[in-house]
């Protein structure tokens, strides 16, 4: 118990923290700016999630925003079909909006299993396969995925999904991309981590001394589909609309970029990427409003193109910030 | 079938397409034993070694593990018995630390939950701080506890080739295949490797089958060498009637050398 009381404190702390800087945030901040700072949230955990696949276990899944639409649907549809089920159940007076906010969290977090569940079952045929192969599979699956959502009358079809309460906030979001910081950093240096990482390594090795790498990349993969499914369910409820248009293949692409970007196996290069990438076009804008033609594309591609030739490896490598600050460091690395 | 007979291989045969790479391959490990596998280059060695280990499925034949079959088992489950290899080519984590290197093979200690994992439980710090000490342990068998931080990849050829054998050791194997261990070490690193092969099997209670060329390294420490070429074995014995014998001096060295002799 002392160790777990020891190492989840201060997490803990930092998330009743974020529910009190909420009101601060949205009273403080102009509307544009949070939305894009929610944005920049949510791309985080997809970024980080999507770290696990291609960056710490070496396979390479393009099919990220197929994960994530599964995750915004099912939550969405939850939520628009029972509005208030806990409501209903207790009959609560005045803790009703509280209720919702749990509602809210239980929805998400159903969104997120069904979302794993699909990455399972799209997984455990697949990673048999190797690199390029599962490209195509998992890119096959997003657009799979889409075309149901497109003609599936019950959640909109074309029209997309509208109405949805708009309960995620800053919050919310904050919370969940802490989260998912937390559980892949912790992930990545236990036992499962560096199974992991030897998959990514050298699957016959990692065979050798015992590893079911099959095994180990599913988890791996259940896990990152799981936080996508996180990251839609909170789009939806962020966005209160749900298109199937959202969730193309250019979507996953953006993922993949900033995975890439940030450094494939680096934590902290996948904040910084997911940051960059959604910033980069809005900071862009006033140029375009300035010439009246719309460089932010062109500038935006040119910036991924010079960095991936003058550093392939990422913005950060394989290094994270810890790596830093070891100065300040007093532990071990494998007790985070 | 004895009862001290830990590995009984059973005429395994492997065959690419037409060719018969390993024909009919015997032999019986009795535990404790330290046995040699030689031969010349494109012998059939390695895929016997692959064979025994999961890697490949012989064409025919078996191979029983304390009386029970490992075919069709894959290599993960094997290792999972109790029988790790080293690579010829090594096949190290490369980018991990040599401390995670072994780490990862030891994951069997470390058998914590995703939960325990997420919430850093005791369990989990008790386990790794555990496994971490068994692992810096073993690395002191081999003179590398100071090089724990290191890059795998950055090793001298020589500490890479031990660290593979550590990290075959970490899997806390009964019968342990090394392929070329000496293979690109210099001549004092082979004399003190070969001390360590010998001082291991007793230590852990080991069961070795080793693949090698250098005839010195071999001769001084197995007490029995299976000679295999294309695929067959031509002999087999102590290592002073290998040595003079003359099918071993033909495969090696070619029959018009024994003509020059006689």
């Known amino acids: ?336 | 079938m004895s009862e001290k007979c830990l590995l009984d291989v059973q005429d395994i045969t492997m065959k690419f397409g037409g060719l018969c790479a390993v024909n009919k391959f015997k032999l019986q490990l009795k535990k404790g034993e330290l046995v040699g596998l030689i031969g010349p280059n494109g012998a059939g060695k390695t895929t016997v070694f692959n064979m025994l280990t999961g890697v490949y499925r012989p064409t025919s034949g078996d191979i029983l593990f304390q009386n029970e079959s490992l075919l069709g088992l894959k290599p993960f489950d094997i290792n999972s018995l109790g029988l790790a290899r080293t690579f010829q080519n090594i096949r190290l984590f490369k980018s991990l630390s040599v401390l995670d290197n072994v780490l990862v093979a030891s994951h069997r200690k470390t058998a914590y939950g995703l939960m325990d994992s997420i919430l850093v439980t005791d369990t989990r710090c008790e386990l790794e701080d555990k496994a971490r000490a068994d692992a810096i342990e073993l690395l002191k068998i081999f003179n590398m506890e100071n090089l724990i931080d290191e890059q795998a990849g950055s090793l001298s050829y020589g500490k890479q080739r031990c660290l593979e054998i550590v990290r075959a050791l970490a899997t806390k194997p009964q019968i342990l295949f090394l392929d070329e261990p000496a293979a690109g070490m210099n001549s004092t690193e082979k004399v003190t490797l070969m001390k360590i092969i010998d001082s291991i099997r007793d230590k852990f209670d080991l069961t070795i089958l080793l693949i090698e060329h250098d005839m010195k390294l071999v001769m001084g420490i197995c007490e029995r060498i299976v000679v295999l070429d294309h695929g067959v074995i031509i002999s087999q014995g102590a290592p002073q009637d290998i040595q003079n014998d003359p099918k071993v001096i033909e495969a090696y060295l070619g029959a018009s050398v024994l003509e020059a002799h006689s």
């Open chain 1, 1 to 336: 118990m002392k160790q777990l009381i020891k190492a989840n404190l201060i997490p803990v702390g930092i998330i009743i923290l974020f529910g009190i800087l909420t009101p601060v945030f949205e009273s403080a901040l102009d509307a544009y700016v949070q939305t894009i700072f929610i944005y920049c949230l949510i791309n985080v955990v997809l970024s980080v999630s999507l770290n696990l696949v291609n960056g710490f276990t070496g396979q390479f899944s393009i099919g990220h925003a197929g994960f994530m639409a599964v995750g915004a649907y099912a939550s969405a549809y939850v939520t628009m079909t029972y509005p208030s089920y806990l409501g209903g159940v207790m009959g609560a007076g005045g803790a009703e909006g509280i209720l919702l906010q749990i509602q809210f969290f239980i929805n998400v977090l159903l969104g997120g299993f069904v979302a794993a569940f699909a990455g399972w079952a799209v997984g455990l045929p697949s990673l048999k396969l190797k690199g390029d192969y599962l490209a195509i599979v998992t890119l096959g699956f997003g657009e799979i995925i889409r075309v149901i959502l497109l003609n599936t009358e019950a959640v909109g079809g074309a029209r997309g999904m509208y109405g949805i309460p708009k309960i995620a906030n800053f919050f919310w979001v904050s919370s969940w991309a802490f989260i998912c910081i937390l559980v892949v950093w912790r992930l990545v240096r236990s036992t499962h981590g560096r199974g992991f990482l030897s998959v990514r390594e050298d699957e016959i090795a990692a065979e050798s001394v015992g590893i079911n790498t099959t095994q180990f990349k599913t988890k791996a993969f259940v896990i990152s589909s799981f936080f996508a499914g996180i990251a839609g369910g909170l789009f939806a409820h962020y966005l209160a609309y749900l298109n199937p248009s959202s969730f193309t293949f250019m979507k996953s692409f953006d993922v993949v970029v900033m995975v890439v970007l940030g450094g494939m196996g680096s934590i902290t290069g996948s904040v910084i990427s997911a940051v960059i990438i959604t910033v980069l076009p809005e900071a862009l804008r006033p140029l375009q409003e300035l010439t009246q033609i719309d460089f932010r594309m062109v500038i935006y591609s040119l910036a991924l193109v010079v960095l991936m030739l003058t550093r392939p490896q990422g913005l950060m490598g394989t290094k994270e910030i810890s790596d830093y600050l070891k100065f300040f460091k007093k532990r071990g690395s494998s007790n985070v």
